[in-house]
T-cell receptor
Framework: SAVISQKPSRDICQRGTSLTIQCQVD?????MFWYRQQPGQSLTLIAT?????????ESGFVIDKFPISRPNLTFSTLTVSNMSPEDSSIYLC???????????FGPGTRLLVL | AQTVTQSQPEMSVQEAETVTLSCTYD???????LFWYKQPPSRQMILVIR??????QNATENRFSVNFQKAAKSFSLKISDSQLGDAAMYFC?????????????????FGKGTLLTVNP
């Protein structure tokens, strides 16, 4: 399995500001993913981030709102831009373990926008 | 598009008893993966068990086992000898296979979850 860490673990932000969430993996992985879990809801994929290429966004998510960086095979960032209270969610980083084809999740970043 | 349905928003079980969580899915694909994830109050998503669709044998992991009925598109999770630490939200999830997607779509589609309470 892969060990995934995220920073920050939680934050409270003012509307109109931006927050960058970091995801670090203990091994090199090709594919990383960012999910959002709104309060009391299931997980929804925001985008897939592959090293060396532009992130691929799911329907309803755009790069201007959720820019993603993937500078190497162990690290990625997700920025939540121009935040509003509707962005209050848990944001989770996820990776695929190549051999097992199993997806593992980080501990999540709990974001509250006031 | 694939959909995953968990029809039980909440379930409860007595400690040491057995409980079964239901999951059904809709897909036109023949090769795919199914997962059960556990999310305790700490919010960490923990993989409980996974099943490859091409395998007829049901997956087991210690006290956790699945009943995979491919024709019925059903994938239930059985927890035996329930423990207090099993209390959590349980999510069923679907993913297409690497071969089907050409390596381009590893999206997990989740159900809405079942909140499991374990009573002492």
């Amino acid at each position: 399995s892969a060990v995934i860490s995220q920073k920050p673990s939680r934050d409270i932000c003012q509307r109109g500001t931006s927050l960058t969430i970091q995801c670090q993996v203990d091994s090199q992985v090709t594919m990383m993913f960012w999910y959002r879990q709104q309060p009391g809801q299931s997980l929804t994929l925001i985008a897939t981030a592959n090293q060396g290429s532009e992130a691929t966004y799911e329907s309803g998510f755009v790069i201007d709102k959720f820019p993603i960086s993937r500078p190497n095979l162990t690290f990625s960032t997700l920025t939540v831009s121009n935040m509003s209270p509707e962005d209050s969610s848990i944001y989770l980083c996820s990776v695929i373990a190549p051999i097992q084809e199993t997806q593992y999740f980080g501990p999540g970043t709990r974001l509250l926008v006031l | 598009a694939q959909t995953v349905t968990q029809s039980q928003p909440e379930m409860s079980v007595q400690e040491a008893e057995t409980v079964t969580l239901s999951c059904t899915y809709d897909t036109s694909e023949s090769d795919y993966y199914l997962f059960w994830y556990k999310q305790p109050p700490s919010r960490q998503m923990i993989l409980v068990i996974r099943q490859e669709a091409y395998k007829q044998q049901n997956a087991t992991e210690n006290r956790f086992s699945v009943n995979f009925q491919k024709a019925a598109k059903s994938f239930s999770l059985k927890i035996s000898d329930s423990q207090l630490g099993d209390a959590a939200m349980y999510f069923c999830a679907y993913r297409t296979s690497f071969l089907n997607s050409g390596g381009s779509n590893y999206k997990l589609t989740f159900g809405k979850g079942t909140l499991l309470t374990v009573n002492p």
